[in-house]
Structures are given as C-alpha cells and as structure tokens.
C-alpha cells in the first residue's frame, strides 16, 4: 500500500472566493503513482473549506448569495464569536460546505460522477491558508 501526502497553499486576495483545485489534485494523483484507493482533500482551516460541485460561474454566484442570506458578514456585532476576530461568518459557511471530500481513484484516475470538480471555498481569505491532500491505495 502506498501513502502520499501534499499541502497546497492559498493567498487569496478577495475575503470569499471558490477555486477550483481539480488539476492540483490530479498532479497529486500523478506524482503519487496510485492506480487503485482513495483520495481525501480537506481544508486545514476552520474558515474555509473543501467540495464537490459544477464549475459554473453562475453557480458560484449563487452559493455566495445562499451563503450571505444563511450566515451575512455583516453586521459584525451580529455574532458573539466576533469579540476580538470578524469571522464569525466563515466558520458558519465553513460548516454549511463542509471539511473535506473523498474521491475514488480508479486506474489511476479521479472517479468522478459528471461535471464534479473540487473546490476550495476561501470565506476569510488575505492569509495563507493550506489544503491536504491524503492518497492511500496501491
Ligand atoms: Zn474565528
């Protein structure tokens, strides 16, 4: 059984932003030489997290005014959590799409249904922030 591990790093210059990190996941894939096993991708912040969806900009429009209507940014004061940060929002949107994601991987390959891409959804962005990326198969 072979173990590969990787960190990504994101800067993201907005607050929110949806990056699709499909390609970072398959050069992984490809660096890691599994053929059979499973992939798993998980933020390693609790302001940010990891998906699987469309990539359609129009989608993303909508998931941000999903996400503003469920837990807005503002007012801060809104939120006990914002005493000495302003991020009370993130962690919120962080828990409504979620952690992490497990793909299959098949002859070498990422296993997706159609149209499924991997997302790394920033809500509290201008920082580093970093993703792992976990591959066990053979
Ligand atoms: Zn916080």
Known sequence: MKSFRKELTFNVPTRRAFINITPYVNEALKESGIQEGFALVNA??????????????GLHHDFEVFLERLAPEKPY?????NTYEDNADAHLKRTIMGREVVV?????????????????????GKRNKRVLIKLIGA
């Open 44 to 57: 390693m912040h609790i302001s940010a997290s990891v998906f699987i969806n469309d990539d359609e900009s």
């Open 77 to 81: 004061d809104q939120y006990r959590h």
């Open 104 to 124: 299959a991987i098949t002859d070498g390959r990422l296993d997706f249904g159609p149209w499924e891409q991997i997302f790394y959804g920033e809500f509290d």
